[in-house]
């Protein structure tokens, strides 16, 4: 079973940065792909970045030299960095967990935490 608990998120001006972390709990030498989907109010939630097993990242274009996903396999956390962040970027952010693929943005996300909002004013 895997456990998955974002914190992080918040209300930052335009321009601002913030990190997100995600702790993972789960079974001892299990490995996944790891995420981070984000879900503005009224629309479909959307790949952000994903990470895999063996640390190689892909991020999504609009984000791309913005966001940075990162994890630390010894303290089971992962990471996103988001800087010069956008009002468009105002959303519900996710971190999810897939058996180990690449692409990992392909993979097959079964595991989901609750979510932390994160909010960009102008």
């Known amino acids: 079973q895997v456990q998955l608990l974002e914190s992080g998120g918040g209300s930052v001006q335009t321009g601002g940065s913030l990190t997100l972390s995600c702790v993972v709990s789960k079974p001892a030498y299990s490995g996944y792909s790891m995420g981070w989907f984000r879900q503005a109010l009224g629309e479909e939630r959307k790949w952000v970045a994903c990470?895999?097993?063996?640390?190689?990242?892909s991020v999504q274009g609009s984000v791309n030299g913005r966001f940075t996903i990162s994890q630390d396999n010894a303290k089971n956390t992962l990471y996103l960095q988001m800087n010069s962040l956008q009002p468009d970027d105002t959303a519900m952010y996710y971190c999810?967990?897939?058996?180990?693929?690449?692409?990992?943005?392909?993979?097959?996300?079964?595991?989901w935490g609750r979510g932390t909002q994160v909010t960009v004013s102008s």
């Open positions: 999810a967990a897939a058996a180990p693929v690449w692409p990992c943005e392909r993979g097959s996300y079964t595991y």
């Open positions: 990470i895999s097993l063996h640390n190689r990242a």
